[in-house]
């Protein structure tokens, strides 16, 4: 099983350009989630999705969209990047049999200048 | 809304030394508690978690963390520290007490191990 995987790996934007990072796993989990790690401020939450077919927003979701494509993929959309979205972005999947334990992919860093 | 608290940005500690990170939480819900652990340019990684049962938990590479309802705790430790748990140790806590609407974390703790 690869888990969660994630890309890009590694993004430079400049203002205003949009991109989407892809996320997918291979767990069967229900759940998944978008986080963004700043330096000296943990992991926030972005957007979730407790089930295919529904998404909502989490701590921060201003300027972000999200598409539960499946089961499986949960992608992050950037409309029009700032430079205040420069961070390490994390997908999780997580299911109720495991008490919504996070299991992550291994994160995209993204620079936007 | 919960929230967490993790006292200490940077902890520094000996080798064979005993670790100690704090974690307090605050939950209007019986809580889901977690540590997660963060290598250098890599993913988080449950070290252990607590559901309500045991209040003792034992995770992985020798930590434990012990629930305490009391103190609103959940500190985790290790007897004897080792140069590889060199780490950020994030606590966190389920955002609906068990629900799948995501964790909110700790700003993290830095681990230095001094040899």
């Known amino acids: 099983n690869a888990g969660v995987t994630q890309t890009p790996k590694f993004q430079v934007l400049k203002t205003g350009q949009s991109m989407t990072l892809q996320c997918a796993q291979d767990?069967?989990?229900?759940?998944m989630y978008w986080y963004r790690q700043d330096p000296g401020m943990g992991l926030r939450l972005i957007y979730y999705?407790?089930?295919?077919?529904?998404?909502d927003k989490g701590e921060v979701p201003n300027g972000y969209n999200v598409s539960r494509l499946n089961k499986r993929e949960f992608s992050l959309r950037l409309e029009s990047a700032a430079p205040s979205q420069t961070s390490v972005y994390f997908c999780?999947?997580?299911?109720?049999?495991?008490?919504?334990?996070?299991?992550f992919g291994p994160g995209t860093r993204l620079t936007v200048t | 809304a919960q929230s967490v608290t993790q006292l200490g940005s940077h902890v520094s500690v000996s080798e064979g030394a005993l670790v100690l990170l704090r974690c307090n939480y605050s939950?209007?819900?019986?809580?889901?508690l977690f540590w997660y652990v963060q290598y250098p340019n890599q993913g988080l990684q449950l070290l252990l978690k607590?559901?309500?049962?045991?209040?003792l938990v034992k995770g992985i590479n020798g930590f434990e963390a012990e629930f305490k309802k009391s103190e609103t705790s959940f500190h985790l430790t290790k007897p004897s520290a080792h140069m590889s748990d060199a780490a950020e140790y994030f606590c966190?806590?389920?955002?609906?007490?068990?629900?799948?609407?995501?964790?909110?974390f700790g700003k993290g703790t830095h681990l230095i191990i001094q040899p």
């Open positions: 999780a999947s997580s299911e109720l049999e495991q008490s919504y334990e996070q299991y």
């Open positions: 767990m069967n989990h229900n759940s």
């Open positions: 999705s407790a089930s295919e077919g529904t998404t």
């Open positions: 939950s209007s819900v019986p809580p889901y």
């Open positions: 607590y559901t309500s049962a045991a209040t």
């Open positions: 966190a806590v389920s955002i609906s007490g068990g629900g799948a609407d995501g964790l909110t």
